[in-house]
């Protein structure tokens, strides 16, 4: 095992343990619970009436939009941190780029907002 | 803390920043943000004001364009990955201009109809800015983010009539394939990367002389990465976006993914085949040679049937790249060595340039009158527009290569490197390329004839008029193409410039 | 400390033999036994404390003051029948408490909760001739793997959703999806201050920076600000009050595991509340100093637990608090928030506190510096502002016309 993955030894361990509590109690529950399957039960809820329509519905396009802005930071980011890690070693030709990379993302995200896109209704 | 035991542990110096090499490229980002904001405060009620930032930030990032010709030193940056010369200066010259008159193209385009203007201008700057930063890169890196920096925006403009089913198809098919072309090119980017473990290109090119530069994996890369830019240019068989996204875009963008985004290609082409795969002649002349025979020939015949004008201007611009594509398929074997390919090639795509965005302005001009895009609506236009008429048998002649006109030296100088080179695949294909200049001669006249002999189909002959953005753009390009003809030795300067500096 | 990116944990020195497996083994299940008495802790706090808040008794049958109530809940529950849609993607449908609960234990293993920092210790102690970190484990990339659980938590609540093929749970999990995204990117953005500051991605490197006692907590060195930020994407994060739309019961009746029931349906309780006690306990880490405080009495190795355990508590306390105390934001209300308002203060601030280190590091005017780089800060929220207010002005102006 390398050196690297040594520090998540642990943390593979532990993953199993989360798995073994979620697959035991369920385990657990398969063993003891009751099971008289019938249609009514297997029906989606709606409130209490048949279900209607599809579904797979189509969902407001907003989300999308929102998911698309997310990527937009999450990239960012990607390209923050490692600049945060070494700041002092990138020194003020870092913190200009940084500078210029932040404030045009900013104009993006200026752009969304005055095109109405940040807003909900 | 130390700051130092982080992950970026190690001596860090920033980069040497030549601002007066990156000075026409920061102008182009500065205006380019310019025009946003201007854009988000007036809330596109600045349709002028933006048009205008737009058009004087493209004049205004040529002027460094200049002084760095006058200066005329090879700059260097970033480890050879980043090269303003001569080569580069010519090709940020072009694109710039290209863009100014799509710019004038576009002005009186746009205010006709209900599109949004500020969004325009802008996409059309960053594909500018990709285009000049695709001028200077001399690495894999900077190459692909200089392509997808000119090809994304022009995916967008290409839809730009939003609620028009042509145009979405236009986009759609664009980008579809587009994407596509890119993903196989970023493929053979990778295995050349993978074998020779870099990516500027100058020590590719050195690694592909030595030994291991014969394995199958490097064709194979080579190969791919030519694909992906046959794409962008609209190399048969890898033209079938061009007509649709032509017929579909708005016809200002038509005229510049024709110019601009296809010099951009030739631009990435020469550069990754002149110092990259210097070595490996063997594999990309054999595929240029088909290329170019293919491009050309079926460019030409599809052209003849063609009834709508931008249809078969898109065709023409098709085998227009086909000639182009020519002297890539001799380059190993010239007796000056492959680089001189290149001038021909240079000297050829400024001729293009001037001549088809004379013939897209000049279809703009018309169909403001005719409203129609169909060769027949040219019937008559003699008659009540005799000015726009000898225009535009200018440009078409032009492009057929009749001499007094600048299409005449482009071909001269291509055929010449057939003849240098002197082989028997070269005759051929020389041959091949005489008989299509005859075929396109047939449909460029085709439009003259309509033009001057005959009637108006809906006998409406009041005269066009055409705004004073477009009239500008139509005598740039006429006097242009003139010039060239009569005085081949303005391009061909150019074009030798081009050659020389960027070989190793 | 070791070469930093092979992770700072002293235990692996030595190589792994069989001490050192069944050290991790033993750390595993302490940390395991703490989250679990956490959450089931925190379940009957929760529900006793808003009972008290709101004037009623609250869970008070099982065990003295109701303390079993979590314990008999969870009995009820794997005795409960376990349905499933039959338009459910049976698979996924299966897959998505996994996806749900994995991640907030995981988050959990990077938080430190003892050991005396500022000492010659640094952070460890010695068990059975091992020297190791009181944490269960400290990956170099620590705060990435924080974020990177927090968006693998989002795939739980949106497959859970999404698979149960019906209306509301896939309406809930789209609301939740948009709604974790949105606060994640400020909650990442306020993250970098503290890395900032720190320079190692480390919660255990970032705890030892600030053992220097309470002045040199990132709270202060941060300026307040990103702590805010964190606190409140954080909150909107775990999907709690005031931000608790995705379970919007007058609109979504359950969201996103309305169609859950029985054990599987507990499996969606527990990651709550377990995400609870790990985002707390990660505020306490990344600005709180996590187990820094002085010692007492007794033995010093107990007291940087008891610390890390009360600051623990009273992010708890705040977060029942909250949910006591404030009606739900409205959707649009809390996008705003995340979008218009988070995200450009903490890149905002991301720049001044990057300014004034570098202002430091070059021995500029310090003063200055933050002077000019607050100054353009102010002045671009007002300029934000104010094209806001035209924009909603001239906006009104349009629809009053039609």
Redesign the interface.
Known sequence: ?S??L??????V???A???M??GV??G???L?????PSAQ???????GVD?VGS???Q??V??YI??L??VM??VE?VF???W????????????VE??IF?V????G???A??K?V???? | MD??S???AGV?R?PDVDYHAFAPELVLVAVL?AV??VD?VL?GRGRRLVGGLAGIGLLAAMVPVLTLAVDGANRSMVGGAYVVDDFALVFKGLFLIAGYVTMLLSSDYLADDDYYEGEYYFLLLSSVLGMMVMASSRDLISIFVALELLSIPAYMLAGWRKRDLKGNEATLKYYLLGVFATGVMLYGMSLIFGITGETVLTEIGSKLQGPGASLPLVSLGIVFVIVGFAFKISAVPFHSWAPDTYEGAPTPITAFLSVASKAGGFVALMQLVFIGFLGRDDVWQPMFWVLAALTMTVGNLIALRQTNIVRMLAYSSVAQAGYMLLPFAVAGDLAKGPGAAMGPMTTYLLIYAAMNLGAFALVLAVARKTRSGEIASYGGLFEYAPGLTVLMSIFVFALAGIPPLGGWYGKLVVFKTLLDANTPWAIVLGVIAAVNSVIALYYYASVAREMWMRPVPDGDTTPVRVPAGLTAALSLCAVATVVIGVYPQVVARFGDLAVFSLLP | MGDP???G?PI?IGG?DFGVVAL??L???I??TFV?VGVIFMIWFERKLIADMQNRIGPNRAGKWGLLQTLAD?IK????????????DRLVFRLA??LT??P???T??IVPIGGLFGTGENGTIEVFGYRTFVQ?????IGV??L?AMSSVAVYGVMLAGWS?????P??GS??A??QM??Y??AL??SV?AV??LT???STHDIVSAQSGGFADWNIWRTGVVPFLVFCIAATAELNRPPFDLVEAEQEL?GGFH??YS???F??FYLAEFMNTITMSAIIVTLFLGGPDGPSLFGPDIIWPTIWFMGKLFIFLFTFVWLRATLPRFR??QL??LG??RL??LS?AW??VI??I??AD??GWNVALVIGISLASCVVGALA?VG??RA?RIRRRAEEALR
Do not use: C, H
Request: aromatic share 14%.
């Open positions: 095992m050196e690297l040594r520090a998540y030894l642990t943390v361990v532990f993953l343990a989360a798995g509590l979620v109690s369920l657990m529950g398969r003891l619970r009751p099971k008289r039960k297997a029906m989606t809820y709606e409130s279900p579904i797979f519905g969902s407001q907003r989300y929102f998911a802005l997310f930071f999450d980011a923050i941190f490692p945060a890690l070494g700041l002092e070693v990138y020194g003020v030709f870092g913190l940084m500078t932040i045009i993302l900013a104009l995200l200026l752009y907002w005055r109405g940040l807003r909900w209704v | 700051v130092l982080g992950p970026v860090f920033a943000v946003l904001v988000l809330e | 990116l092979q992770g944990d692996f792994i991790v083994v750390k595993v299940l940390g395991f679990m969870g529950l794997i005795f409960k029948e376990d349905l499933m849609p039959n338009k459910a408490p996994y609960v994995a907030a234990f995981l959990f293993t269960v484990a400290d990956p170099p990435l793997f974020l149960s093929g019906s209306k509301y896939l309406l789209v609301r999806s948009a995204v949105s994640e990117a990442g953005l970098v890395v900032l320079g190692s991605l009746v309305t169609e029985s054990m599987r507990g499996m959707y649009d996008m705003d979008w218009k995200i450009p890149l991301l720049l990057g300014a280190r570098i590091d070059e934000l094209a806001s924009g």
